[in-house]
C-alpha cells in the first residue's frame, strides 16, 4: 500500500453533509471487477452536465481551473455513508484525492480509506468551514499541508489544526502496511483460538449437505 | 458491571487485543455478493493468498443478475455478465459455494442467508455490503465491511475491529396499527438524523420491537447504517429460536439443546452501560415516508416538505433546498395526495413473504392507477415460492404489478434497469439517494403497506384511509 507522511497540496470544498458513495461512484461507473478504470466515473453525476457524453458542469469542484485535481477535498459531516463500495475510495484515489477532511465519515468508508493509503481527517465542522472559507475567498487555490507525522492540518493562514487518529490507523498508512500479512504473522494464534471455538460451539462449523434447501435435520 | 449484549458476542470471538487496544476478532461467516464480493476474490487470488475456511464463506448472485423470467448470465448492467462470470470463476476455485442463478436457495444476500439459518445468535458474519447490519436481527454480530477487508477475513477468518461505543435504542409502548418496522426506522432516522448513530452499535430494544415479527427486525436492523451505526442488534428470544428450527444452516437435532443454553446468554444484562440511550414512544409513529435525498428527510405520511428558510445553518438550508429542487417539491408541500409514476416493492429492506403479504393484503380485488409502473421482486427464490404457493403472485399480477425472479433490481441504478429521469417513485427499499434507482429519479422510502396503497391511489396514500374506505 501506498504510504502517507505529509502532503502539501490544493483542497478542493465539498461542503454538503451525507455524501454518498453512491454520489462519489455511481454504480454504473464500476463497469469491470477492478480497482482500476475509475476516477473518470468520480462524482459523476455532479462533475458531468451530460454523464454519457462526458461534457464537464463547469460549476463542480473539480472541474474549476483552481481546484481541478485537488488532492485534498474538504467536506461536510458522514462523508462516504451509504454502500459499502470501496471503489469509492478505489475512484477517488486513482483521481489523486490523497486527504479528506471532514466532520465525519461514514465507517465502511473510513476504514476503507486507511486500507488504501487515503487519509481521513476529522475536524470540528466550524475550523472545516474555516479551510473552506480561505479556499473560496482565494482566487489562487488554496494550499493546505497535512502532516500524518506531526497529526496536524495547516491552512493557508498558517493556523495549525491538531487532528486525533486511531494509532494503528495512522502506522498503517505512514508505513504503507499490508494489513492482510500482518496479521497472516498471527495465524497460529488464529487457529489455537479456533480450535477452541469448534469445540465450544460446534454448530457454527456444521454444513447441510449442498444444494439441498428446506432438509429438516 | 454488567454487559451488553455486544460485548457478549465480542468477547467470544476476541482472538487476541492488539497493542493499539483494537480487537483481532474471529469471523465465523463470510458472505459474499457478485459486486463487490468479486473483486476481493480476484484481489486474495492475484496476491497468492488462500481462502482459510471456504466452508465458512458463501458467495450469492444477487445485485447485477437481471430480475426476469429465464435469466440468464447475459444482464441488462453493461458489463454485468463478467462480474458475474469472474465471481462465480473465483469462488469455484476458491471451493466457496454458491446461491447462483436457477438455484433454489438464490436470493438477496441480507434475505438468503437468515432464511437457510447461517445467521444465528451469537455469530460473527460480515460482507462487502452495508445492509449486513440487517441480519443483526437474529441476534448475529453483522457488519458491512469493505473489499479490503473482506479479502482480510476470507485469507485470516479475522478482522481488526475497534469496539463502537453502545447505543440502545428504545421503541416503548405499542405501534398503531397500519404501522410497521419500516416506519420505526425512517421516524428514528427521521428524528434523529442520517448521522445520528455514528460511532455506535445500536441494540434496538422495547416492547415495540420484541412484539415485531424475526422479518420486521430485520427490516429495523437494515437501516441501521442509514443511522450511520456501526451495526444494528436485537436481543435472541424464543421468536429468534422457532424462526431457526429446520433452517438448513441451523444447529441439528444434537447440538441443538448446546445451542439454546449457549443462546440464553445472549442479552444484555440488566446493568449493561450504554453510551447513549434514545427512548421512543412507538404510539407516536406515523406511516412514515421520505420527502428528500437522505433517509432523515423523513416524515409522518399527514406531513409536509420542510421550510429551508426556516433553517438557521446555512448548509442545512443548502441541502434542503437542494433536495426540494432534485425531488421537484416545494416547502411546505404535504406528501399524501402527491402523484406518482412508479411503484417498487423489493430489496433487503422489505421482500420478504411478510412484506409481500402487507402488500397483497392492500392489493387483493384493486388495480394499481392508469399508467403507473409497478414492480414486485422478491427478495429470494424461496419468498417468491412461497409467495406463489399461497396465490400472491395473483394478486400483483392481477393488481397490475410485475411480479420477478428474486434479486436486488432496482434498489439501485447499475446501468441497466431503472425507472426515468424525474419519475416520481415510492418504493419501499433503503436509499433515496440523488440517482440512485436511475438518472434523476426522485425516489420516495415507505413500507410495503403504504407502496402498495399509494400505488392503488397513484399518489401517496395513508394506507389507514385505504383500509378504513
Not at chain 2, 436481527?137 to 458491512?144: D, R
Not at chain 2, 425512517?186 to 442520517?194: D, N, V
Not at chain 2, 404489478?401 to 415510492?426: D, K, L, P
Not at chain 2, 396503497?453 to 374506505?469: E, F, H, M, P, W
Request: net charge negative.
Amino acid at each position: 500500500m501506498e504510504k502517507f507522511v505529509r502532503l502539501t497540496a490544493v483542497a478542493a470544498s465539498l461542503i454538503r453533509a451525507n455524501i454518498d458513495t453512491d454520489a462519489i461512484i455511481p454504480s454504473r461507473e464500476m463497469k469491470a471487477v477492478a480497482k482500476t478504470g475509475l476516477a473518470d466515473g468520480l462524482f459523476a453525476d455532479w462533475r458531468y452536465s451530460d454523464v454519457a457524453g462526458r461534457v464537464e458542469n463547469p460549476d463542480f469542484v473539480l472541474n474549476k481551473t483552481a481546484t481541478r485535481g485537488a488532492q485534498i477535498l474538504l467536506s461536510g459531516p458522514n462523508f462516504g455513508c451509504g454502500s459499502s463500495r470501496e471503489h469509492a475510495v478505489w475512484a477517488l484515489h486513482e483521481y489523486g484525492v490523497r486527504a479528506i477532511i471532514a466532520p465525519s465519515f461514514g465507517a465502511i468508508f473510513q476504514g476503507n480509506c486507511v486500507r488504501n493509503g487515503l487519509l481521513p481527517i476529522v475536524l470540528p465542522e466550524a475550523v472545516v468551514a474555516s479551510l473552506a472559507v480561505q479556499d473560496q475567498a482565494n482566487s489562487a487555490p488554496a494550499m493546505l499541508t497535512v502532516d500524518l507525522a506531526e497529526q496536524v492540518v495547516v491552512g493557508p493562514d498558517g493556523a495549525r489544526h491538531g487532528f486525533a487518529i486511531e494509532p494503528s490507523d495512522r502506522l498503517m498508512l505512514l508505513e504503507g502496511l499490508d494489513a492482510v500479512g500482518l496479521t497472516l504473522q498471527r495465524l497460529a494464534v488464529i487457529r489455537a483460538f479456533e480450535v477452541d471455538h469448534k469445540q465450544a460451539r460446534p454448530w457454527l462449523f456444521a454444513r447441510p449437505a449442498a444444494h439441498s434447501p428446506g432438509t429438516t435435520r | 458491571l454488567g454487559s451488553t449484549l455486544i460485548e457478549k458476542i465480542w468477547r467470544r470471538h476476541e482472538v487476541a487485543v492488539l497493542p493499539d487496544g483494537a480487537s483481532l476478532l474471529y469471523i465465523d461467516r463470510v458472505l459474499l455478493h457478485e459486486r463487490t464480493g468479486s473483486i476481493a476474490l480476484k484481489s486474495l487470488a492475484e496476491a497468492g493468498r488462500v481462502v482459510h475456511a471456504p466452508d465458512q464463506a458463501l458467495v450469492c448472485m444477487d445485485h447485477i443478475i437481471d430480475t426476469f423470467p429465464g435469466r440468464t448470465d447475459e444482464t441488462l448492467m453493461p458489463g454485468g455478465t463478467a462480474f458475474i462470470r469472474e465471481t462465480r470463476a473465483s469462488a469455484v476455485a476458491a471451493g466457496i459455494d454458491i446461491l447462483d442463478i436457477g438455484d433454489p436457495r438464490q436470493g438477496i444476500v441480507h434475505v438468503a442467508s437468515p432464511e437457510l439459518g447461517i445467521a444465528q445468535p451469537g455469530v460473527t458474519l460480515v460482507c462487502p455490503d452495508s445492509h449486513t447490519c440487517t441480519q443483526g436481527a437474529l441476534g448475529a454480530l453483522a457488519w458491512g465491511i469493505g473489499s479490503s477487508d473482506a479479502e482480510h477475513a476470507l485469507a485470516t477468518q479475522t478482522l481488526v475491529v475497534r469496539k463502537p461505543k453502545m447505543m440502545r435504542v428504545r421503541f416503548e409502548g405499542d405501534l398503531q396499527s397500519g404501522v410497521t418496522a419500516k416506519d420505526m426506522i425512517l421516524h428514528l432516522i427521521g428524528r434523529h438524523g442520517a448521522g445520528g448513530g455514528a460511532g455506535h452499535a445500536v441494540e434496538f430494544a422495547g416492547a415495540a420491537v420484541e412484539a415485531l415479527s424475526i422479518e420486521a427486525r430485520m427490516t429495523l436492523c437494515n437501516m441501521a447504517v442509514e443511522f450511520a451505526a456501526w451495526t444494528g442488534i436485537i436481543a435472541p428470544d424464543a421468536k429468534t429460536v422457532d424462526y431457526l428450527r429446520d433452517k438448513p444452516f441451523a444447529p441439528n437435532t444434537a447440538q441443538w439443546p448446546a445451542a439454546l443454553a449457549d443462546w440464553e446468554a445472549l442479552r444484555s444484562d440488566p446493568d449493561a452501560v450504554f453510551d447513549a440511550e434514545l427512548v421512543i414512544d412507538a404510539a407516536d409513529i406515523a406511516p412514515t415516508v421520505t420527502w428528500g435525498v437522505s433517509p432523515q428527510h423523513a416524515v409522518a405520511i399527514d406531513g409536509a416538505t420542510p421550510d429551508p428558510s426556516q433553517q438557521p445553518d446555512a448548509n442545512v438550508r443548502t441541502a434542503m433546498e437542494r433536495a426540494l429542487v432534485y425531488m421537484g417539491l416545494e416547502a411546505g408541500q404535504a406528501l399524501e395526495g402527491l402523484s406518482i409514476d412508479a411503484a417498487f416493492i423489493g430489496s433487503c429492506t422489505n421482500s420478504r413473504l411478510s412484506d409481500l403479504r402487507a402488500a397483497a393484503a392492500v392489493l387483493r380485488g384493486r388495480k394499481v392507477a392508469a399508467g403507473l409502473r409497478a414492480v414486485c421482486v422478491p427478495g429470494s427464490t424461496q419468498v417468491k415460492a412461497a409467495a406463489e404457493a399461497e396465490g400472491l403472485d395473483v394478486i400483483f399480477r392481477d393488481a397490475g404489478f410485475e411480479w420477478r425472479e428474486a434479486g436486488c433490481s432496482m434498489c439501485f441504478f447499475a446501468g441497466g434497469e431503472h425507472f426515468a429521469a424525474q419519475q416520481r417513485v415510492v418504493s419501499t427499499t433503503n436509499r433515496n439517494f440523488e440517482n440512485r434507482q436511475g438518472p434523476g429519479v426522485r425516489s420516495h422510502l415507505a413500507s410495503p403497506a403504504t407502496v402498495a396503497a399509494s400505488a392503488v391511489a397513484g399518489r401517496i396514500a395513508d394506507v389507514r384511509k385505504l383500509q378504513g374506505a
